[in-house]
């Protein structure tokens, strides 16, 4: 299967709201993400970008958004870097 190089994930975080406690939402979103783009994008390593977790932590750790814009960049053979697709104001 061709890698691609570049690009823009929409990913719904929907499911994070179902088990568990509201206090591991937030962790489990970052952890969500990761597997999201390693299934998606057949990568060994993901690199997340410290604004994704501001972005997830923005609204406190008991509720992160349903959706996130996540934009990725191949580094190496195997190893991507993801950020934010949209601008966040900190």
Known sequence: MK?????IYIIPLKRIYWGGTRRDRGKRAIR???KYLE???NAKKVLLDPLISV???KRKI???PRYIAIRFMR?????????LALPVKT
Request: proline share 4%.
């Open 3 to 7: 890698s691609k190089s570049s690009g």
């Open 32 to 34: 969500f993400i990761r």
């Open 39 to 41: 299934r998606h994008l």
């Open 55 to 57: 972005y997830i932590y």
């Open 62 to 64: 008991e509720k992160p």
């Open 75 to 83: 580094i190496d053979e195997g190893v991507y870097k993801a950020m």
